[in-house]
């Protein structure tokens, strides 16, 4: 059973940082890929940190140089740390897994190869 658990959002002024972690449960860490996204008020669900095929992170342009993705493959987690926020980066952050393939990569970074969204958790930035 697919199980995804985010965490660490909150409320932060512009220039501040936070860091979110999504928890998985074991089967989810080994057969999927996981990526983050999210979606602001009014706004399409986007890309934050995608997967290549490779499972390597990919990240959306906005964020580059200031998100970093991290893991802790005991604690079956994975890290984003968000420096340097804007109110443009305010929204409900979700962490989503997809399927691997037979071979162990992962689909094509989309939202149609997303199978399981974790509860999201709020990322407010004031100005």
């Known amino acids: 059973q697919v199980e995804l658990v985010e965490s660490g959002g909150g409320s932060v002024q512009a220039g501040g940082s936070l860091r979110l972690s999504c928890k998985a449960n074991e089967w989810t860490y080994l057969r999927y890929c996981i990526s983050w996204f999210r979606q602001a008020p009014g706004k399409e669900r986007e890309g934050v940190v995608l997967r290549d095929s490779s499972n390597f992170p990919v990240y959306a342009d906005s964020v580059k140089g200031r998100f970093t993705l991290s893991k802790d493959d005991a604690k079956k987690t994975l890290y984003l740390q968000m420096n340097n926020l804007n109110p443009d980066d305010t929204g409900v952050y979700y962490c989503?897994?997809?399927?691997?393939?037979?071979?162990?990569?992962?689909?094509?970074?989309?939202?149609?190869?997303?199978?399981?969204w974790g509860q999201g958790t709020q990322v407010t930035v004031s100005s």
């Open positions: 989503a897994a997809g399927v691997r393939t037979s071979w162990g990569t992962c689909n094509a970074p989309t939202i149609e190869n997303i199978d399981y």
